[in-house]
């Protein structure tokens, strides 16, 4: 047992430096192989907006010293997989329970840790519901306390409890249930708006980078209210056989997005299988 930094210093003079760069030259291919998917995934055509999309815009705008949230739900996978963190932004979600609801809440204690911070909050429409449209009127309440008024509430409206709509496909071999994964509609932006807060809603893939400058430029909270694709998978890019195998029978089993699944989710995990190939 030592002091870390003395310890450190002591090994360095013991250490060859290594003349064969291949194990770190391979792994630096992959994280940029990787990149190239993720990009590719992104641009597969969706109904209307491909949410991977959503993510991706807001990483290459994301301000060095921005805080991003995720609720529990298919943003957990996107956050994970298309933000890029640097400089001194920071992230958290709800990591061990994943429990719902956290995303919004979140977003609200980083502005009262960091006023001078701006927040990006991602949450499900679901979430929403449970408990984030309620948490816009303690935004309401507080915001105008906050000497950097921007904090970005992302809505994936895809009226489906989508993560568990896929976990079941995945998992469970179990086609969608409507009656169970099915949510009203609801218009976030309008809710927002009621509220004397910004409210942008849009359904085109073209109008979500905009969408993202004019957020990241109010002056005051803005909820961007996105319609997503409930039929891009947010399985992991390394599912097993057995879960791939079963979205299939579940899919055959008279899944209600039948369709739309097929395509979007096998072009997206085309995209993952053969990087570099546009169509
Ligand atoms: C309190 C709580 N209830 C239920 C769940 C199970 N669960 C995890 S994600 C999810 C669906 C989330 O739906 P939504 O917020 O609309 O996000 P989406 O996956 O559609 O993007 C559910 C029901 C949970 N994790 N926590
Ligand atoms: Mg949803």
Redesign the pocket.
Known sequence: MGDAAATLRALIPHLKSQDDRSWREAIEAGVADWWRSMDAEADVAADPVNPMLVFRELSARLPMDAIVTA?????ANWYARQLRFRGDMRGSLSGNL????PGVPYGIGAKFGHPDRPVIVFA????MQMNGLAELITIKHYWEEWADPRLIVAV?H?N?????TWEMRAMEGAPKFTESQRIPDVSYEGFARSLGLSGIAVDEPGRIGPAWDQALAADRPTVLDVRTDPDIPPIPPHATFEQAKDAAMALLKGDAGRWGVLKEGLMTKAREILPGRSE
């Open positions: 609720d529990s739900g298919s943003s994943a429990t719902m609801g499900g429409d679901g979430a994936l895809n489906d409890l989508n993560q568990v």
